[in-house]
């Protein structure tokens, strides 16, 4: 059974902090991992995908993969309070399906 | 903008009715999806699609069925709604592109009465 672990929070930061967002997941064979982010009563929008050891980055977000720990973080630097969200975790092991967490409520607060 | 269309976005129908879901996609993927999510929940993956005459279950049976009859559609439809139908479905796409991610329709928020 393929598991992927979020805390669900909620997490709560100050404005214009880094809000860190974690994730593990259980299959070795995993090859692709995303992060993405549910406003309430909307739909997951992609924002960060990441295949190789290391960091990503992409405007105010960077995903971290550490392979070996089978650990994939999401920081969000100068945090707004429009990055209120759910954070939603997904990895990809082969397939074409995507085993997704069950996120992590962030808040952050004027 | 996700080019990736659900209708209706919100359906009230009464218990026992069959009702179809619609999804339309215009970016030419093949691998498309339909989850489940209640609110605050997780996602749960109903059916889904590898390719025009494929469709398989996913985890979560809801007596629902699929059909995959062009490319860009994939309908879901429960013959027969219950109460405990009620739920927001999802459905979403993916191809090569952001390696297979998967990019979501605005969703179907239906309520069985």
């Known amino acids: 059974q393929k598991e992927v672990e979020q805390n669900s929070g909620p997490l709560s930061v100050p404005e214009g902090a880094i809000a860190s967002l974690n994730c593990t997941y259980s299959d070795r064979g995993s090859q692709s991992f995303f992060w993405y982010r549910q406003y309430s009563g909307k739909s997951p929008e992609l924002i960060m995908f990441i295949y190789s050891n290391g960091d990503k980055e992409d405007g105010r977000f960077t995903a971290q993969l550490n392979k070996a720990s089978q650990y994939v973080s999401l920081l969000i630097r100068d945090s707004q309070p429009s990055d209120s969200a759910t954070y939603l975790c997904a990895v990809g092991a082969g397939s074409y399906q995507l085993t997704f967490g069950k996120g992590t409520k962030l808040s952050v607060i004027p | 903008e996700a080019d990736i269309y659900q209708t209706p976005r919100y359906l009230v129908i009464g218990t026992g009715k069959k009702i179809t879901l619609e999804c339309s996609q215009t970016?030419?993927?093949?691998?498309m999806y339909w989850y489940q999510q209640d609110p605050g929940m997780e996602l749960h993956l109903i059916h889904y699609?590898?390719?025009?005459?494929?469709?398989e279950k996913g985890d979560l049976s809801s007596e629902s069925t699929v059909s995959r009859i062009r490319t860009e559609h994939f309908p879901l439809t429960l013959e027969s709604a219950r109460p405990s139908h009620t739920s927001q479905y999802l459905c979403a796409s993916s191809d090569q592109t952001a390696g297979y991610g998967y990019t979501f329709g605005s969703g179907t928020r239906l309520t069985v009465v």
């Open positions: 970016m030419g993927h093949d691998k």
């Open positions: 699609s590898y390719g025009v005459n494929s469709t």
